[in-house]
């Protein structure tokens, strides 16, 4: 089993960022996350406890539940089903207010199940690692872009 983290500091509110992670249909404006949709909605919110979201990345195919849910400091899930196979033994993301915005937490614990699964997984986890901090980036952008104002370079 390979456990794998990612942090990041959003400058925006955390219900904003929870909202934004949370809803993981939103990962799918970073490029590798090909499709994410809700399969199944959870209790008392969408991406609540007993949610199941299914997500199509560049590395595989992943069915997650929701099985804890504390808006706006976390979620944890766990993946149900993948391709290539796994082991997962958990997820979750964590949301902290800082000077700045919001730290971000994002953990996995997970091994692929496969022959030389040993190697694959110390594989994976680099990749994984990547595509996490990209949604987490996607997330700065979208969280943190500023409109343009109205008018600019006109003169009046």
Do not use: Q
Request: proline share 6%; glycine share 8%.
């Amino acid at each position: 089993m390979e456990t794998l983290t990612v942090r990041r500091v959003i400058a925006a509110p955390i219900t904003d960022v929870f909202d934004w992670c949370a809803t993981s249909t939103n990962y799918t404006r970073s490029p590798y996350i090909l499709k994410a949709r809700l399969a199944r909605p959870g209790a008392g919110a969408p991406y609540g406890v007993g949610a199941v979201r299914l997500h199509t990345w560049t590395i595989g195919y992943f069915r997650e539940r929701i099985t804890a849910y504390d808006a706006p400091h976390g979620f944890d899930y766990t993946v149900e089903r993948s391709v290539p196979a796994s082991r997962h033994e958990f997820g979750r993301m964590t949301f902290t207010e800082v000077d700045g915005g919001t730290e971000v937490v994002w953990t996995t614990r997970f091994e692929v199940r496969a022959p030389f699964g040993a190697a694959l997984t110390r594989l994976a986890k680099p990749l994984i690692a990547h595509a996490f901090a990209n949604i987490l980036a996607t997330a700065d952008r979208a969280l943190t872009a500023r409109p343009a104002t109205a008018g600019r370079g006109r003169a009046r």
